[in-house]
């Protein structure tokens, strides 16, 4: 049983640099998910694909972060010029929607995460 | 905007105390709740859900009922042990096919033998 998987696990960069993180999802998931936890604080969300389509943006995603997904698989996010405040653990998540009757479950099965800190 | 409030930790008990997690939320329309463990050094593990008023989730002994009448979503588990010693989230979704999680800030769990 593959789960979520995250490259790497810890990046230290210096301030201003570019640095990329990978997931690669559970392989049946169509739904990939960003999320950014700070120290003492839950995760909050950033962005989310469906297949290969970018649905939703969180406002906390400033200009200096992209995502994608190019082919409905892995997705990678980018932080372009890294500041301190972008230290935190970034964490991929994927779901395959399950519908019973009327509803609909999104249960989201989470990576181990990637630890950036910027110096 | 929707949002959910925990209580904060660390919560710290005996083995084989009560446990009580609160957890209260804001939300329009009819959302899916839940609770994600998180042990240390591990990622978050989805520990129990409920999608609708009334329902309960259950898993490892832990359990939470889905309160629409007061908002609440509390997890409770009748005998901790020093394993489930980790950091609780409890987090909500809206439904019809909005998916992103909402999570609370975690409150730590911490048993002693």
């Known amino acids: 049983d593959t789960g979520v998987s995250q490259d790497p696990r810890h990046k230290i960069t210096k301030r201003g640099q570019n640095v990329t993180f990978r997931c690669d999802p559970i392989?049946?998931?169509?739904?990939l998910y960003w999320y950014r936890q700070t120290l003492g604080q839950g995760p909050e969300f950033l962005t989310y694909f469906q297949n290969e389509a970018q649905l939703e943006k969180s406002r906390l995603l400033s200009d200096r972060f992209s995502a994608e997904r190019p082919k409905g698989s892995f997705s990678t996010l980018e932080i372009q010029r890294t500041e301190q405040g972008d230290s935190a653990m970034y964490l991929c998540a994927s779901s395959l929607p399950l519908t019973s009757g009327r509803s609909t479950s999104y249960e989201q099965y989470f990576g181990p995460g990637t630890r950036l800190t910027v110096t | 905007g929707n949002s959910v409030t925990q209580m904060e930790g660390p919560v710290t008990l005996s083995e084989e105390a009560f446990l009580t997690i609160n957890c209260t939320y804001t939300a329009t329309g009819y959302p899916s709740l839940f609770w994600y463990v998180q042990y240390p050094g591990e990622g978050l593990q989805l520990l129990l859900k409920a999608t609708k008023a009334d329902d309960k989730g259950s898993n490892k002994g832990f359990e939470a009922t889905y309160r629409k009448e007061t908002t609440s979503f509390h997890l409770e588990k009748g005998s901790v042990q020093v394993s489930d010693s980790a950091v609780y989230f409890c987090a909500l979704t809206r439904n019809s096919g909005y998916s992103t999680l909402t999570f609370g800030k975690g409150t730590m769990l911490l048993v002693s033998p």
């Open positions: 392989s049946e998931h169509n739904r």
